[in-house]
């Protein structure tokens, strides 16, 4: 028996269809107020788990960009990350914790110990502009098999050492990603850039690669990775610094 499968064009419009139900009883500009936002919910949930799995392109080395643009914070100025840097980060360790078997506080020296991965891809930043770079690090697989999750993980929160106001008691960034997202194989915690330790503009000792997503999920100078079931009790419950002023969760490009 033949199995014809939708494309992506008859899922839209199938979901975009089975959306209007939920706008019954509505008055007419309000019901039509309601079947954009629904229709729209279902696209972007039909376009993500369409890609789910997917690789993001890779490039080859004469395609790395000269001139590397660096998003966000380039040196925080907090006691603690200042101390380390002076240090060349010897005794920087990363803690992973919350709904974990076994919490960790991994050096770097361990960190390079585990399963990695190195990977050319393009940046891609909400302001408009792209670089591409070549990336080398831990892939957090590895490192959330070793801190071995608990079956209520629904999340992982990557909290940073950097306030983008530049102060000691300004907040902190924050982002997060699912379970599934954070398993993908191109999701790695890079310590090297163009074949060099990872600057400290670029997010020194180790920065998120989430390679599918713009750049401001990339969370840089990373401090923690903590497990948990709900964001909403982290910040204003968004799930990340951007993610609280109005920037979209999942930020698939």
């Excluded at 850039?193 to 750049?215: S, T, V, W, Y």
Aim: proline share 3%; net charge positive; charged share 30%.
């Amino acid at each position: 028996m033949t199995v014809i499968r939708p494309d992506r064009r008859h899922l839209l419009l199938a979901g975009g269809a089975l959306a209007l139900s939920g706008c019954d009883g509505l008055v007419r500009n309000a019901q039509a107020q309601c079947t954009v936002k629904k229709a729209e919910q279902v696209s972007k949930r039909t376009q993500r788990a369409l890609a789910r799995d997917a690789l993001a392109p890779e490039y080859e080395e004469k395609d790395i960009s000269k001139d590397f643009r660096a998003n966000g914070s380039v040196d925080p100025s907090a006691a603690e990350y200042r101390a380390l840097k002076a240090n060349d980060f010897r005794d920087y360790q990363l803690i992973v914790d919350g709904l974990v078997e076994t919490p960790l506080a991994l050096s770097l020296a361990e960190l390079r110990g585990l399963p990695s991965r190195t990977q050319i891809t393009k940046h891609d930043c909400v302001e408009g502009w792209t670089s591409i770079g070549k990336w080398k690090g831990a892939r957090l697989s590895a490192v959330l098999n070793r801190a071995r999750l608990k079956p209520e993980a629904k999340f992982v929160v990557f909290h940073c050492f950097d306030a983008l106001d530049q102060t000691e008691d300004g907040e902190r960034y924050y982002t997060s990603v699912d379970i599934r997202e954070a398993y993908h194989e191109q999701t790695i915690l890079a310590y090297e850039m163009n074949d060099e330790i990872l600057p400290i503009k670029h997010g020194a000792p180790i920065r998120l690669r989430l390679e599918r997503q713009l750049g401001y999920k990339m969370a840089k100078y990373i401090k923690r990775i903590e497990a948990v079931e709900s964001f909403a009790h982290i910040g204003r419950g968004k799930g990340g610094y951007w993610e609280d002023r109005g920037y979209e969760w999942y930020a698939g490009i």
